[in-house]
């Protein structure tokens, strides 16, 4: 069964504490990507990678680091979060013409 | 850049047909993508057009005008469980990312 799969599906941080949500998918997918949803700001971009070791900015990037060793793997890093960094992250994978999306972390930083 | 436009709540009967409209403005433009997303949960996939016309899949259909910038998707025999956001997302020509409207709220009335 195609899947993205996130961990962990919620998470409650304290300002400042490095933490890394996982990403991963089994379709052998090259395209992936972050994204974080707001109440009235639909989902924006945070990260997207090409293929392994290529990744780049999306609309959001402050505040968060990726890396994409492996083809199945997209972790999302917060060094030092925020409580402006309390959202709901998407993980999100894609072919041409369809994206998958991973089930959703909802991180709430305090 | 894109600029992605659609009404923000829309409420329909149970049994009817509603049209949700997207108009974008993209620099060059590579298809279009229809996701549905209840509260709190992963988009899940609808439809995706890259060629003017309809496209019908069961209940849901996607409509594309590439000269107007103009989508819609329509949704007949409406169910309670179609109440949610519905997320047009056009693609740029030659970019990998996908770039999301703030959507559409749809609630679904007995």
């Known amino acids: 069964e195609a899947q993205v799969t996130q961990n962990p599906r919620y998470l409650i941080t304290v300002t400042g504490k490095k933490l890394t949500v996982t990403c991963s998918q089994n379709?052998?997918?090259?395209?992936m990507s972050w994204y974080r949803q707001d109440p009235g700001l639909g989902l924006r971009q945070i990260y997207y990678?090409?293929?392994?070791?290529?990744?780049d900015k999306g609309d959001v990037p402050e505040g968060y680091k990726v890396s994409r060793k492996e083809k199945r793997n997209f972790p999302l890093i917060l060094e030092s979060p925020s409580p402006n960094q309390t959202s709901l992250y998407f993980c999100?994978?894609?072919?041409?013409?369809?994206?998958?999306f991973g089930q959703g972390t909802r991180l709430t930083v305090v | 850049g894109q600029n992605i436009d659609q009404p923000t709540e829309m409420t329909a009967t149970e049994g009817a047909i509603v049209q949700i409209n997207c108009t974008y403005q993209t620099s060059g433009f590579n298809g279009l993508f229809w996701y549905q997303q209840h509260a709190g949960e992963a988009p899940t996939f609808l439809s995706y057009n890259v060629l003017d016309g309809l496209e019908e899949k069961g209940r849901f259909s996607s409509f594309l005008s590439r000269s107007k910038g103009y989508s819609y998707l329509l949704l007949k025999e409406l169910q309670m469980k179609d109440s949610a956001s519905y997320l047009c997302a056009p693609r740029e020509t030659g970019a990998n990312n996908l770039f999301f409207g703030t959507g559409t709220r749809l609630t679904v009335i007995p």
């Open positions: 999100a994978s894609r072919s041409g013409t369809e994206a998958f």
């Open positions: 379709m052998n997918h090259e395209y």
């Open positions: 990678s090409m293929n392994v070791e290529v990744t």
